[in-house]
């Protein structure tokens, strides 16, 4: 250990551990379906765009400024200037309340795990529809009714909380050895399912969906907003989870061509992503009688309604299938959200002189209580306003102000220098451009496009007051915790 600050094992632990993070929910149920709906293969040059202009030099910075400033957001904030602690402790927030659901998610995966050793769900779609939505969740009929918590997700909750703490329990130390596992075993489930889909009949109709370019979609502004988009958040970007992951790294080890490794992996898994849906579609779709459109799906429906669907429709295997896709979202999702935990918690850490212990259980009680409003009845609902508010304000806000107050109120440049140091390849001076240009106008943009749409009515078409309590209201209260926090003088000061 150098100033007693903890490792990782290796630079491959490192990578894994970033790429586990990257690598989540997103590249599955996320990536897929954008691609698909904002112009199949021609969507691809707009995400690569964005991976080349954006996704990777924000990597860069954030794992520059983890390591140089040797700690986790808050403190490297500070370290730039005593005023900016905040954004730090801001990004810890989002990434704070994202966790709390994120793992309510994995509860729900959980509970499917189980389902799939004797396909509990039913046997026809509409079967299935209503085990997911009216009897597992017991969803209400709107945001005010919150129905009653249901045991089995707060069992399972529980359980995932016991899993991301023993993830965490000495930190990179612990992490190091974990993220073999739930890298290479999603990895290894992906593959799998990319030949078994590929095998299926009709799986070509589903590629054809979901690769055919459209071209005119170029010209469209929604479309670069959604990749975009879909880069910081598939990269972990904005969240202060790369800062501190890269603040464990030894002192002399290379950053950038860490950065692009795990930028490439991250892509490339997304759209393997791709081809495992959209094969496993068009074989469903053929099997149904329907078109691919009519069935194509994307976040809890594909995972929980058509997702057990196809597997029901397997001609072999179908209980195997259904426990490995289920162990596959499982082990994506744990590793998001550990290292949004680990973030969180070596922000505390580098501030207080508590024990990793208490800090993580307190991190986890708190998630957890505040989880227990996603297991009620309204849950899905309130977690759809809260994630959409965290990835489309919290992780904005937070990279246009980093890459602002890095850019123009601190010496990026000493940034570039430091991350280029102990490379392989190095950055040429077109990064500070796109860290000053480029990425804060994308970012404003989007951030400006937000705002247009929330002026034109509520997200997603729910109450008003719902929207301020989910969205607004929390948006709020991670500021001013940021603030007080601060302010605060920690005994490590
Ligand atoms: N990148 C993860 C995904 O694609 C989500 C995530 C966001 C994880 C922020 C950690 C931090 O699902």
Same mark, same amino acid.
Request: glycine share 10%; with cysteine.
């Given at each position: 250990m150098e100033n007693g600050r903890e490792h990782w094992d290796s630079r491959t632990a490192f990578i894994l551990a970033a790429i586990g993070s990257a690598i989540g929910l997103g590249n599955i149920w996320r990536f897929p379906y954008v691609c698909y709906k904002y112009g199949? !293969?021609?969507f691809l040059i707009p995400f690569l765009v964005a991976l080349f202009t954006a996704g990777i030099p924000l990597m860069i910075l954030e794992f520059g400024l983890g390591h140089k400033m040797n700690a986790a957001a808050p403190k490297a904030f500070r370290k730039t200037g005593?005023?900016?602690e905040w954004l730090g402790w801001f990004a810890l927030g989002v990434s704070f309340i994202i966790i709390c659901y994120y793992a309510v998610v994995m509860g729900w995966a959980a509970n499917y795990l189980k389902f799939s050793f004797t396909l509990e769900? !039913? /046997?026809t779609y509409t079967e299935i529809k209503s085990f997911y939505y009216?009897? *597992? @969740?017991?969803? +209400?009929?709107?945001? /005010?009714? *919150?129905?009653s918590i249901k045991g089995w997700i707060v069992f399972a909750l529980g359980l995932c909380w016991i899993a991301i703490i023993a993830s965490v329990w000495e930190g990179a130390k612990t992490v190091s050895k974990v993220v073999y596992a739930t890298v290479l075993i999603p990895w290894g489930i992906l593959v799998i399912f990319m030949i078994r889909g590929l095998t299926l009949p009709g799986a070509f109709e589903g590629l054809r969906y979901f @690769? +055919?370019? /459209? *071209?005119?979609? @170029?010209?469209?502004i929604e479309v670069w907003a959604a990749a975009y988009t879909q880069v910081f958040f598939s990269l972990s970007l904005g969240f202060g989870v790369m800062i501190a992951y890269a603040s464990f790294?030894?002192?002399?080890t290379d950053i950038v061509n860490n950065a692009f490794i795990i930028c490439l992996a991250d892509a490339a898994t997304a759209f393997v992503g791709g081809i495992v849906v959209f094969s496993t579609l068009g074989y469903y779709a053929v099997q149904e009688g329907k078109a691919v459109a009519d069935v194509v799906a994307s976040g809890p429906g594909l995972a929980f309604v058509t997702y057990p669907a196809i597997i029901n429709q397997l001609p072999v295997a179908s209980q195997l299938f259904g426990v490995m896709f289920f162990l596959m979202l499982l082990t994506l999702g744990i590793d998001s959200a550990f290292s949004l935990t680990e973030a969180v918690s070596a922000g505390f850490l580098d501030k207080w002189k508590v024990s990793r212990k208490t800090v993580n259980f307190s991190v986890a009680g708190v998630a957890f209580g505040i989880g227990l409003l996603f297991c009620t009845g309204s849950g899905l609902l309130w977690l759809d306003i809260v994630d959409h508010f965290m990835n489309h304000f919290g992780l904005m806000i937070v990279a246009l102000l980093e890459c602002v107050v890095l850019g123009y109120f601190f010496d990026l440049e000493s940034i570039r220098t430091y991350a280029n140091r102990n490379s392989e390849v190095t950055v040429g001076r077109w990064w500070n451009f796109l860290v000053k240009v480029v990425t804060p106008l994308a970012l404003l943009v989007l951030i400006g496009y937000e705002i247009f749409d929330r002026v034109k009515g509520a997200y997603g078409g729910y109450p008003r007051w719902a929207e301020f309590l989910g969205g607004w209201l929390v948006l709020l209260l991670i500021l001013a915790a940021a603030v007080l926090l601060a302010r605060k003088k920690g005994s490590r000061e």
């Amino acid at each position: 250990m150098e100033n007693g600050r903890e490792h990782w094992d290796s630079r491959t632990a490192f990578i894994l551990a970033a790429i586990g993070s990257a690598i989540g929910l997103g590249n599955i149920w996320r990536f897929p379906y954008v691609c698909y709906k904002y112009g199949g !293969g021609a969507f691809l040059i707009p995400f690569l765009v964005a991976l080349f202009t954006a996704g990777i030099p924000l990597m860069i910075l954030e794992f520059g400024l983890g390591h140089k400033m040797n700690a986790a957001a808050p403190k490297a904030f500070r370290k730039t200037g005593p005023r900016r602690e905040w954004l730090g402790w801001f990004a810890l927030g989002v990434s704070f309340i994202i966790i709390c659901y994120y793992a309510v998610v994995m509860g729900w995966a959980a509970n499917y795990l189980k389902f799939s050793f004797t396909l509990e769900w !039913g /046997n026809t779609y509409t079967e299935i529809k209503s085990f997911y939505y009216d009897r *597992f @969740l017991g969803l +209400t009929e709107g945001v /005010n009714h *919150f129905g009653s918590i249901k045991g089995w997700i707060v069992f399972a909750l529980g359980l995932c909380w016991i899993a991301i703490i023993a993830s965490v329990w000495e930190g990179a130390k612990t992490v190091s050895k974990v993220v073999y596992a739930t890298v290479l075993i999603p990895w290894g489930i992906l593959v799998i399912f990319m030949i078994r889909g590929l095998t299926l009949p009709g799986a070509f109709e589903g590629l054809r969906y979901f @690769l +055919t370019p /459209n *071209f005119s979609a @170029l010209l469209d502004i929604e479309v670069w907003a959604a990749a975009y988009t879909q880069v910081f958040f598939s990269l972990s970007l904005g969240f202060g989870v790369m800062i501190a992951y890269a603040s464990f790294l030894p002192r002399k080890t290379d950053i950038v061509n860490n950065a692009f490794i795990i930028c490439l992996a991250d892509a490339a898994t997304a759209f393997v992503g791709g081809i495992v849906v959209f094969s496993t579609l068009g074989y469903y779709a053929v099997q149904e009688g329907k078109a691919v459109a009519d069935v194509v799906a994307s976040g809890p429906g594909l995972a929980f309604v058509t997702y057990p669907a196809i597997i029901n429709q397997l001609p072999v295997a179908s209980q195997l299938f259904g426990v490995m896709f289920f162990l596959m979202l499982l082990t994506l999702g744990i590793d998001s959200a550990f290292s949004l935990t680990e973030a969180v918690s070596a922000g505390f850490l580098d501030k207080w002189k508590v024990s990793r212990k208490t800090v993580n259980f307190s991190v986890a009680g708190v998630a957890f209580g505040i989880g227990l409003l996603f297991c009620t009845g309204s849950g899905l609902l309130w977690l759809d306003i809260v994630d959409h508010f965290m990835n489309h304000f919290g992780l904005m806000i937070v990279a246009l102000l980093e890459c602002v107050v890095l850019g123009y109120f601190f010496d990026l440049e000493s940034i570039r220098t430091y991350a280029n140091r102990n490379s392989e390849v190095t950055v040429g001076r077109w990064w500070n451009f796109l860290v000053k240009v480029v990425t804060p106008l994308a970012l404003l943009v989007l951030i400006g496009y937000e705002i247009f749409d929330r002026v034109k009515g509520a997200y997603g078409g729910y109450p008003r007051w719902a929207e301020f309590l989910g969205g607004w209201l929390v948006l709020l209260l991670i500021l001013a915790a940021a603030v007080l926090l601060a302010r605060k003088k920690g005994s490590r000061e």
